[in-house]
């Protein structure tokens, strides 16, 4: 889907931006609770954007790319999605907004095992009603992008761990995604297949689609147009502005 | 958006057979459970349109003694005056009762020689042609290996011999599986019934029965009169008794049907939950999610349905209702060699479909829905 500008709740004309206003989120981390809070700031991931975050374990980093991608709500505060502002008894619009504009990498490798790859990677496709040989046809049109052809119809239980990442980024991408959210998405991979998931990432961003993504692999670093760093429950980043600025 | 529905029913389906443990457990339980209750309802019904034939064809009232409010032998001087009454068109005396015969209990029946070749019962051999002769039924001449020419000894107050003219055919009535039919005046001797006989069954002209009744009732004698009306009605009240039994049973399967699916089908375990979270994660409503659920539920319910109607049908029709028989049917051997009279109606079949929708959909409503409506997010992480 093309990103355009899209009319805000407050009569504020809005692009596809994604925007968290003065959010607050507890969240379990090992030994007790964590809190991550951007209670007294704003933050605006520009449409086309290419976002890193990083920051230590247990700051709050898959916490915060839940809540952009709608998987978590936040305690308190109001967030928008690709400019539509999402309120916490959303479900259906977050469903639609995930499905249909979204692409996720989760940072643990989570799939349907007792189903093929080509149905994993296009289960999204299943609600919306696309026909069995569609979704296929697209689910290997994308397994090819990253090198995975052959692997459609395989099991994700025979594959090494190299290759369900690429399973796992191929899912993230079939639906050609406005926002792409990836928590980690190399960190658990070789060298050469996280150099195939970074050229698949560039690709769509290089079509225009945003990427927001935590990671510490300097190869996702380096093409950031902005770095967001978390600490201590809190972003320290030059580019968050302050709320109402 | 019959693509969604065709998808989901997909998936659906994929999740069954991804989960052969699960699934297959549950399935089997509840085609256990609804083999039985299909089985034993095909038996109830079969028995009882057979007991209301078997009443439609017999008498129009059965008369008997009274003796301190239970039945009690029938002077025979009464069947002449029963003859007498209006409408009444024939009188036909009985004497029944049981004795033992080798290791079974056998029921005797006696009757005048001629109302046997008016009813005119499948024989294997031939109608008796003197009082010398019997009929035995089939399931009788099986135990004690009795045909066409063999002896057999009745010992009541007094012992008599006889020979087996025929054996009632096993697609008989199932009331005369462990009968010795034999003349009613050889079975006086045997009961010591000399002045007596059990019952006296009257028919009369069309329209008269209730007149005959009343007029026998109105004698204000020891007297026990039962319409064709009131043997229908203690008929049905008797099967309906055994059907409650069943359906009490089939209650408590239902009961511990519910929880056991709830366990089985890992509906609530953690790599389930976690699935059902990609799933959301991936864009998919709670609604898909519980429409996938409620079709596996659905599809698990027509496959136990759907064998189970088969296996009682070859249960009951293919087998003869071994074990199971002998609730209805009592007396009858754990093996019965005869036919069991049984009806399989389409109204048991959609309540079994209907019970086994019950049982899924109850014992997966509360995992499905807290998996379902569950954050995705904490699911995966």
């Not at chain 2, 069943?246 to 699916?261: D, K």
């Not at chain 2, 699935?275 to 079709?295: H, S």
């Amino acid at each position: 889907m093309a990103n355009g500008h899209r009319p805000a709740g407050d009569g504020v004309a809005m692009t596809d931006a994604t925007r968290l206003e003065a959010i607050t989120r507890r969240y379990p981390v090992a030994g007790g609770a964590g809190r991550f809070e951007l209670s007294s700031t704003t933050l605006e991931i520009e449409a086309g954007s290419w976002t890193v975050i990083t920051g230590p374990s247990g700051a709050g980093k898959t916490t915060l790319l839940q809540i952009i991608a709608g998987l978590d709500e936040p305690d308190a505060g109001r967030r928008w999605i690709l400019g539509r502002e999402v309120g916490p008894d959303a479900e259906s619009t977050l469903a639609l907004l995930r499905r249909e504009r979204l692409g996720i990498i989760y940072q643990h490798d989570v799939f349907l095992e007792h189903l093929p790859v080509w149905e994993n990677v296009s289960c999204r496709l299943v609600p919306a009603g696309v026909p069995a040989r569609e979704r296929r046809e697209r689910a290997r049109a994308t397994l090819t992008e990253l090198g995975l052809a052959g692997a459609a119809d395989a099991r994700p239980d025979v594959l090494s761990g190299g290759e369900r990442q690429r399973v796992a980024v191929a899912r993230a991408l079939v639906g050609n995604p406005d926002l792409i959210i990836a928590d980690e998405p190399t960190s658990q991979v070789d060298r050469e297949t996280g150099a195939l998931v970074v050229q698949a990432l560039r690709r769509r961003h290089t079509a225009g689609t945003t990427v927001v993504l935590a990671t510490h692999d300097p190869a996702l670093m380096d093409a950031a147009d902005r770095h967001l760093r978390l600490h201590a429950g809190g972003l320290a980043d030059p580019g968050v502005t302050g709320a109402g600025s | 958006m019959l693509a969604r529905h065709l998808n989901l029913l997909r998936a659906a389906a994929d999740n069954v057979a991804a989960r052969p443990g699960g699934y297959g457990l549950a399935t089997l339980g509840l085609i256990a459970s609804l083999t039985l209750l299909l089985a034993g309802v095909a038996i109830s019904e079969g028995v009882r349109a057979e007991a209301l034939a078997s009443v439609d064809a017999g008498a129009d009232i059965y008369v008997t003694g009274d003796a301190f409010g239970r039945e009690a032998p029938l002077p025979r001087h009464w069947l002449d005056r029963f003859a007498e009454l209006n409408g009444v068109r024939r009188v036909v005396p009985r004497i029944i009762g049981r004795l033992p015969l080798g290791d079974e209990i056998a029921v005797i029946i006696g009757v005048p020689r001629e109302a046997v070749a008016n009813a005119n019962p499948p024989i294997v051999g031939r109608a008796p042609a003197s009082e010398a002769e019997v009929l035995v039924g089939r399931v009788l001449a099986d135990e004690l290996g009795l045909r066409p020419g063999s002896r057999i000894a009745l010992e009541g107050a007094t012992s008599r011999v006889f020979t087996v003219a025929g054996i009632i055919d096993g697609t008989a009535a199932l009331w005369s599986a462990k009968a010795v039919t034999c003349d009613l005046e050889e079975a006086a001797i045997v009961f010591g019934l000399r002045d007596h006989v059990t019952d006296a069954c009257l028919d009369t002209r069309p329209g008269y029965a209730d007149e005959v009744a009343d007029a026998i009732e109105q004698w204000d004698e020891p007297l026990r009169v039962q319409t064709r009306t009131l043997v229908k009605t203690y008929v049905t009240r008797g099967m309906t008794i055994r059907g409650g039994l069943l359906a009490l049973l089939c209650l408590v399967v239902l009961a511990g049907a519910i929880p056991a699916f709830a366990v089985t089908t890992y509906l609530g375990h953690v790599p389930r939950r976690r699935e059902v979270a990609l799933l959301k994660a991936e864009g998919w409503r709670t609604a898909d999610v519980l429409e996938m659920v409620a079709l596996e539920n659905a599809l698990v319910s027509f496959v136990a349905a759907g064998l189970a109607i088969t296996l009682a049908w070859l249960w009951v029709r293919g087998l003869g209702a071994p074990i199971i028989a002998g609730f209805f049917l009592t007396d009858l051997p754990a093996f019965p060699e005869m036919r069991i009279p049984a009806r399989f109606l389409p109204v048991p079949a959609l309540l079994a479909i209907a019970f086994s929708l019950i049982v899924t959909m109850t014992g997966s409503i509360y995992t499905t829905w807290r998996t379902a409506t569950a954050r995705p997010g904490t699911a995966l992480r």
